[in-house]
């Protein structure tokens, strides 16, 4: 989804990460990105107060959908400035998305919001924050590549990995400028297919990225 969370937890007027698109790849003036690392965020769906005791309960029974919402993220230097800079770019499928495929990617037969990813420049915390699903707990932790024990990008309104730590990201295949990464999140199994919860949802989607890139 390329919008921010409603409950977005940082003021009016903050840096928050900017939406993917031509006029923006277009306004980066120089600043080349060079993606090189990958890695899967996670965080807590929101759910009422106790919904995810009761839904490890019920999930011994029956199949329930995932509480934890993924969110792809990829990492990038651009080494021309001086210091570098690191930017963040965040993809992620929410319930009501749609990842048309790439060739059909700014057509507005139905005025739905278009699919997109996020670029966050230098701030970490900001590029957290904007995959997480409620005010109440904006913790955010890496699920790939798996870690033990677990691993916070931010927890208790601090970011806990500031510096570069290889061992929280996964090398790329190979190096990718912005709008290379950003055709791919129109190529996954995922695409052409509605949101669904069960067989079509946030962790499918950052998993065949990951795997691909």
Not at 59 to 81: I, M, Q, S
Not at 111 to 123: D, I, S, T
């Amino acid at each position: 989804s390329s919008g921010i969370n409603a409950e977005w937890p940082l003021r009016p007027g903050d840096d928050k990460p900017l939406s993917v698109d031509d006029a923006l790849m277009n306004s980066l003036h120089g600043r080349v990105y060079k993606f090189t690392h990958k890695a899967i965020w996670g965080c807590r769906i929101l759910l009422p107060a106790g919904g995810h005791i009761a839904r490890d309960v019920v999930n011994t029974l029956v199949e329930l959908p995932p509480t934890e919402h993924w969110a792809f993220v990829a990492r990038a230097e651009c080494k021309a400035l001086n210091p570098p800079q690191v930017a963040y770019f965040i993809a992620q499928f929410c319930k009501g998305d749609f990842i048309a495929p790439k060739e059909e990617v700014g057509r507005d037969d139905d005025k739905a919001v278009p699919f997109g990813a996020l670029l966050q420049e230098r701030n970490k915390a900001h590029a957290a924050l904007s995959i997480v699903q409620g005010r109440s707990n904006p913790d955010v932790w890496i699920h790939s590549p798996e870690l033990r024990p677990k691993r916070y990008v931010y927890k208790d309104k601090q970011l806990c990995s500031p510096a570069f730590r290889e061992y929280e990201w996964a090398p790329m295949k190979k190096p990718m400028k912005l709008r290379e990464l950003n055709d791919c999140i129109y190529d996954t199994k995922c695409t052409g297919r509605k949101y669904d919860l069960f067989n079509n949802n946030c962790q499918h989607f950052s998993v065949a990225l990951f795997n691909k890139l």
